[in-house]
């Protein structure tokens, strides 16, 4: 059983660029939730795909978007990016439902700098 | 807004002693609560849930809705348990759900 892998580990970018994080779900999960952590915070939703769909946000402005394919896997993009935009970006996977919800399963992370 | 609370940004304790770190969350409904855990350049993993009322690694978390808390306990802290603890509750239904997590305690267990 695979774990959750999420590329790339680090990045750098400067204000106004814009990135795209990726990340592998977990062999048998169908739900990814992507989660922002900044320097000394817990980390923050920012949503959740399920089925190809996004499938709740938190408070997050609309140039943060993602896709989710076939395979389960997903990315975050992330435009126009700010010197805010810079903490550790968080994959998670899941079941599809409330006992899933149970068993997240974290990557370890793309750490995006902004400059 | 479903809150959660770790009041303590740090905490030091000695081998040996025994351990409290303390999260509080605000009141509604039936929270499912969890404790995550980050040891140093480890990713993010689940420590504990309430539902499981288990101990891991020796730790027990008990939910006391009276106080809206969810303290994360270990009565003999070892060196290894030094590490970054979060509180989360999960919030949604069915298949939309999110964690919200507290900010975290550090906690270091000196030899």
């Known amino acids: 059983e695979t774990g959750v892998t999420q590329s790339p580990t680090h990045l750098i970018k400067t204000r106004g660029q814009q990135v795209t994080l990726r990340c592998s779900s977990q062999?048998?999960?169908?739900?990814v939730s992507w989660y922002q952590q900044a320097l000394g915070q817990g980390p923050q939703f920012i949503f959740q795909?399920?089925?190809?769909?996004?499938?709740g946000r938190g408070n997050f402005p609309p140039r943060f978007s993602g896709l989710q394919f076939p395979n389960y896997s997903s990315e975050l993009n992330v435009n126009a990016l700010e010197l805010d935009d810079s903490a550790l970006y968080l994959c998670?996977?899941?079941?599809?439902?409330?006992?899933?919800?149970?068993?997240?399963?974290f990557g370890a992370g793309s750490r995006l700098t902004v400059l | 807004a479903q809150r959660v609370t770790q009041p303590e940004k740090l905490l030091s304790v000695f081998k040996g002693a025994p351990v409290e770190l303390k999260c509080n969350y605000s009141?509604?409904?039936?929270?499912?609560l969890f404790w995550y855990v980050q040891y140093s350049r480890q990713r993010l993993q689940l420590l504990l849930r309430h539902i499981s009322r288990e101990s891991i690694k020796g730790f027990t978390a008990d939910l006391n809705k009276g106080e809206t808390s969810f303290h994360l306990k270990k009565p003999f802290a070892q060196e290894e348990d030094s590490a970054m603890y979060y509180c989360a509750r999960l919030v949604g239904r069915g298949s939309n759900y999110k964690l919200t997590f507290g900010k975290g305690t550090l906690l270091t267990v000196n030899p």
């Open positions: 998670a996977s899941s079941q599809g439902n409330r006992a899933g919800a149970n068993v997240l399963t």
């Open positions: 009141y509604s409904g039936s929270p499912e």
């Open positions: 062999s048998g999960h169908n739900t």
């Open positions: 795909y399920y089925r190809e769909e996004e499938n």
